[in-house]
């Protein structure tokens, strides 16, 4: 009898074992699952009339954008020629909310693509993972596109989930969330 007890004791421990090291495995195939949340990317048509709509809707005062150049873009829309493009990006904070506006002004590129399909609306959420390159192939994995961000770039790289989570994911280095800013007083 005594054996017997013994035996399912063992079985059991092999049962639980075998329940951790799948849902290890689980985990370590989770692109995002040590990513924290950076922001979310608004591709607009003109970004200083947006930008002053979230100050008037927000009360938040976004910084003057700036100007990226020489931007690549490694899957450009059907018929798009070259992978070099411009765009004007301004990033603030909305309460515990980082957003970044993204206003194409030339060439091809994802962010275009987009604004020509869908119109102003969100492009993608940034994710700030502690291996870029690591989490690029682990949504490769699972169906995604690597469509933008130079091979090497250490900074960011967009994935295109959209059929699978119904939006574009951009990997980014890990950093602490943003900090909440107070309510404006009135």
């Known amino acids: 009898m005594r054996a017997w007890g013994n035996g399912v004791v063992v079985m059991l ?3 639980g074992a075998i329940a951790a090291i799948k849902e290890l495995r689980g985990q ?3 692109p995002l699952a040590a990513g924290n949340f950076l922001h979310v990317g608004i591709v607009v048509k003109d970004i200083t009339k947006t930008a002053q709509m979230f100050s008037d809707v927000y ?3 976004p910084p003057a954008p700036r100007v990226f150049d020489n931007v690549k873009a490694l899957r450009l829309p059907a018929g798009a020629s070259g992978s070099q493009a411009k ?3 301004v990033q603030f904070t909305v309460g515990n909310v980082r ?3 993204i206003e194409p002004t030339e060439g091809a590129t994802p962010w275009q693509e987009h604004l020509d399909k869908y119109g102003q609306s969100v492009h993608h959420i940034s994710f700030g993972v ?3 390159e690591q ?3 682990g949504l490769e994995a699972k169906g995604g596109t690597w469509v933008m961000g130079e091979p090497g770039n250490i900074s960011f790289k ?3 989930m959209r059929d699978h989570l119904g939006y574009t994911v951009e990997l980014g280095r890990q950093q602490a969330p943003a900090a909440a800013q107070p309510a404006p007083v009135k």
Do not use: F, H, N, Q
């Open 13 to 15: 421990a092999l049962v």
């Open 59 to 61: 009360g938040v005062t």
């Open 158 to 160: 967009y994935v295109d």
């Open 28 to 30: 370590a195939t989770a």
């Open 99 to 101: 957003i970044e506006l």
């Open 135 to 137: 989490s690029l192939r």
């Open 130 to 132: 502690p291996d870029i």
């Open 87 to 89: 765009a004007k990006l």
